[in-house]
């Protein structure tokens, strides 16, 4: 099964393509996507549209993405829910499913501790996806997320927990 994982952002979204095959993780693809455009408007369209590229090259079967977590920077929390909102939009155009995790939930899963440090889930798939060299902290944060997903994401994802715990 083919997983895309996404990570929001307005700036920077990453993005991370994972293959599972019984409890084998490999990876495939990783890279960001990068807003250009004068307003707001033209930023979400830039996303929406590389996102599609993303889709159409990969051809991934089901989708994952981290749920919005509120800081103390409203206009921030709002513009990355409008990234996200865009992003979910285009998963579901293509017909993909699409698991949505906590940033805790993600860390806990792939580095063991929720409250881990970016460097940390960036080794931590690295030793989860031998050969991966992840573009940058965003697209590492996406490859975790679709991690996250082929361990918790469906029947198959039960398998992988109960192989794991």
Request: aromatic share 4%; net charge neutral; with cysteine.
């Given at each position: ?5 996404i ?7 990453g ?5 599972t ?9 990783n890279g ?14 830039s996303?929406h ?9 990969h051809a991934?079967v089901?989708?994952?993405i981290?749920?919005?977590?509120v800081?103390?920077?409203?206009a921030?929390?709002l513009?990355?829910g409008?990234a ?13 499913p ?11 899963t792939?580095?063991?501790v ?5 460097e940390?889930v960036?080794h931590?798939v690295?030793l ?9 902290a ?8 679709a991690?996250?997903h ?5 029947t ?10």
């Amino acid at each position: 099964m083919r997983i895309l994982g996404i990570d929001p952002g307005l700036r920077t979204l990453g993005w991370g393509v994972i293959d599972t095959q019984g409890t084998r993780l490999s990876h495939v693809a990783n890279g960001h996507c990068h807003s250009d455009g004068d307003d707001l408007g033209e930023r979400l369209l830039s996303l929406h549209n590389q996102i599609t590229e993303v889709i159409e090259e990969h051809a991934p079967v089901q989708a994952a993405i981290e749920q919005t977590f509120v800081n103390k920077d409203g206009a921030g929390t709002l513009k990355l829910g409008q990234a996200r909102g865009v992003a979910l939009l285009t998963l579901a155009k293509a017909g993909l499913p699409v698991g949505e995790y906590a940033p805790n939930r993600v860390k806990k899963t792939v580095v063991g501790v929720g409250h881990a440090e970016k460097e940390q889930v960036m080794h931590m798939v690295k030793l989860q996806l031998p050969g991966c060299a992840p573009k940058g902290a965003d697209a590492a944060d996406a490859l975790a997320i679709a991690i996250c997903h082929a361990f918790y994401g469906g029947t198959h994802g039960r398998t992988l927990k109960e192989v794991r715990t």
